[in-house]
């Protein structure tokens, strides 16, 4: 072994390089520009998102608020449709229970006018008759006109020739 065999040889028995160390360095810190060359840009765009994602859960936050106020305004004016609705079903349950009373009522009159129908039939079959036996005098009184017509021809001259011999 030579001199400068010995001075690399550690104590522990190892061999270490001269400038070894340099070397690492040198390295380590172009590693580490690489790194930052990554991680700072990295680190930026993660800061923005992070503010980005901030502002927009603060306007969705802002955006619930206005949406819990308009529902619960809308659910106050829809709490008091409801009563109206309420009153006015009410009202409807109450209509329909005086039509039902009503109904009852027609239905009762109408059970007593059956048998004023039965009444009224038989008077339409009378006047049914009536009507038959005008209509029979009808064609017998214009059968006896048509025969007072047919003697008067008959009859008038004869009578107007026998007139003019007669004295009065």
Same mark, same amino acid.
């Given at each position: ?7 690399? $040889? /550690? ?6 390089? /001269? ?11 172009? +590693? !580490?520009?690489?790194?930052e ?12 998102? !992070? ?9 969705? !936050?802002? #955006? ?10 809308? *659910? +106050? =004016?829809? %709490?008091?449709?409801? $009563?109206?609705?309420?009153?006015? *079903?009410? $009202? ?8 039902? =009373? &009503?109904?009852? &009522? ?8 059956? /048998?004023i129908?039965? %009444? ?7 006047? $049914? ?6 209509? #029979?005098? %009808? ?7 048509? #025969?007072m &017509? ?7 001259r004869?009578? %107007? ?5 007669? /004295?009065?």
């Amino acid at each position: 072994m030579t001199s400068t065999d010995k001075k690399q $040889q /550690p104590q522990s028995g190892t061999t270490v390089e /001269p400038g070894g160390i340099d070397r690492l360095s040198e390295a380590f810190e172009s +590693s !580490a520009r690489r790194w930052e060359l990554i991680i700072y840009p990295s680190m930026f765009a993660f800061v923005v998102l !992070a503010a980005y994602g901030f502002f927009l859960i603060y306007r969705l !936050a802002g #955006d619930v608020h206005y949406l819990a106020i308009s529902v619960d305004s809308h *659910m +106050s =004016v829809l %709490s008091n449709n409801m $009563q109206n609705m309420s009153e006015n *079903m009410g $009202q409807i349950t109450t209509n329909i229970r005086t039509m039902t =009373v &009503s109904l009852d &009522s027609i239905e009762q009159r109408v059970a007593t006018l059956k /048998p004023i129908l039965a %009444s009224m039939e038989s008077m339409d079959r009378s006047i $049914q008759m009536m009507n038959a036996s005008t209509r #029979d005098m %009808s064609l017998t009184t214009r059968n006896m006109q048509y #025969d007072m &017509s047919r003697l008067n021809r008959n009859i008038g001259r004869p009578m %107007s020739f026998m007139n003019t011999f007669m /004295p009065w």
